[in-house]
């Protein structure tokens, strides 16, 4: 038997937009830009229940353990925990971007996010409220601005359907 033979169709290649797998047929500039974009995390588990994660680009480390409810100490950031960290901090760094292209000052904005777990049948995050207060009187067309910003946070829009994320706004001292 041969490995290799003509046997098999011709794999035919279509554009990215069309097959996310086409990445192979891209100029190598364009397949370098996505790259550019991937950051690599890598995770060592401790035993206990506890993990370190170190950030690729930055060498920075974080831990983790399983939370009390969940046989854990509680002693760092759940996986769930950094999620809900990540939704806030995605929301408002976004927020930023946009607030730094208009010229807005948000500086001192502060951002709470509950976590509520459903604990019947499969555990798993079930809401993930938000509330943002942005210390400063803004116009409308810039409070306008910065909430379509919120709502289009990366985390926020990968979050599953299935997870309630409603995010508020305060605005002022």
């Known amino acids: 038997m041969r490995l290799f033979d003509n046997s098999f169709p011709r794999v035919r290649t279509t554009p990215l937009r069309e097959s996310p797998n086409a990445i192979s047929n891209l100029p190598l500039r364009i397949v370098q830009a996505i790259i550019a974009g991937m950051v690599e995390i890598n995770i060592i588990y401790e035993g206990q229940l506890h993990c370190s ?101 990366p985390v926020h829009k990968s979050l599953h359907p299935d997870i309630d994320a409603p995010i508020t706004f305060t605005w002022g001292s």
């Open 53 to 153: 994660a170190t950030h690729g680009p930055s060498s920075t480390v974080l831990t983790t353990d399983a939370p009390k409810d969940n046989m854990g100490k509680g002693e760092s950031f759940s996986p769930t925990d950094l999620m809900a960290t990540a939704l806030g901090t995605c929301i408002v760094t976004t927020m930023g971007i946009v607030a730094q292209r208009h010229g807005i000052d948000i500086s001192g904005t502060k951002v709470r996010v509950e976590k509520h777990m459903i604990t019947t049948g499969l555990r798993r995050i079930g809401r993930l409220p938000v509330e943002i207060h942005v210390p400063r009187t803004l116009s409308q067309d810039d409070k306008q601005r910065l909430e379509n910003a919120a709502g289009t946070c």
